[in-house]
């Protein structure tokens, strides 16, 4: 990839009506994306007297997530690519498939739907909305590679099946592709970093419980 690709944006952009229209979507989608899956654990808590932690719990979150973020791609696809996701956004950035002002445009946006959705969530369950963090006895360094190497996972089958304009027309099963990967991963990490993968998601519920143990990893 050139490094020529890599572009600012013109100021403009920043202000222009689609990308406003893009930003827009992005935060609707992260938005449903983080209401179905930070709901689904707040919902199995209820049920089960704080089971989310159980693996029962976590089968529920891997399905809840995949099949949210399936939903939150595939309505935003057409408008702004259906990012939903900060590290999505920059690596599309760094590929040169966006400009870094819009770039900047769809990020505020999912940080602010993925506020919205956890003040929501809170509203509407009476519920202290479960902030992300470690698992006893997970170090921060291992926390950090387990999500550096999940969230690469996620970014290349983004990029490969939704970025990049050698793919082709791959219809639905780019959306599918990426809500399996979330929820395997979270098969996976969610019992040793909580699997985040998006710093969207783990942004809103730390706002809103303010909790920020191990927030940045």
């Excluded at 099946?161 to 991963?185: E, H, M, Q, Y």
Aim: cysteine-free; hydrophobic content about 55%; proline content about 5%.
């Amino acid at each position: 990839m050139p490094i020529r690709n890599i572009a600012i944006g013109r100021p403009e952009e920043a202000t222009n009506p689609d990308t406003l229209k893009a930003g827009l979507a992005e935060f609707i989608s992260t938005l449903i994306f983080v209401f179905a899956g930070s709901g689904s654990g707040i919902a199995f808590n209820k049920l089960t007297d704080n089971g989310a932690a159980t693996p029962a719990g976590l089968i529920s979150a891997s399905i809840a997530h995949a099949f949210g973020l399936f939903v939150a791609v595939s309505v935003g696809a057409n408008i702004s690519g259906g990012h939903v996701n900060p590290a999505v956004t920059f690596g599309a950035f760094i590929g040169g498939n966006i400009t870094f002002l819009r770039g900047v445009v769809y990020i505020i946006a999912q940080l602010l739907g993925s506020v919205v959705a956890s003040l929501l969530l809170a509203f509407v369950t009476s519920s202290t909305v479960p902030a992300f963090g470690l698992s006893a006895g997970v170090g921060v360094g291992n926390a950090l590679v387990l999500e550096i190497v999940m969230t690469f996972g996620l970014v290349y089958t983004v990029y490969a099946t939704a970025i990049d304009p050698k793919r082709g027309s791959l219809g639905t099963i780019a959306p599918i592709a990426i809500g399996f990967i979330v929820g395997a991963n979270i098969l996976l990490g969610g019992a040793f970093s909580g699997a985040a993968m998006n710093p969207a998601i783990t942004f809103g519920p730390a706002v809103v419980s303010w909790t920020w143990n191990n927030n940045w990893i």
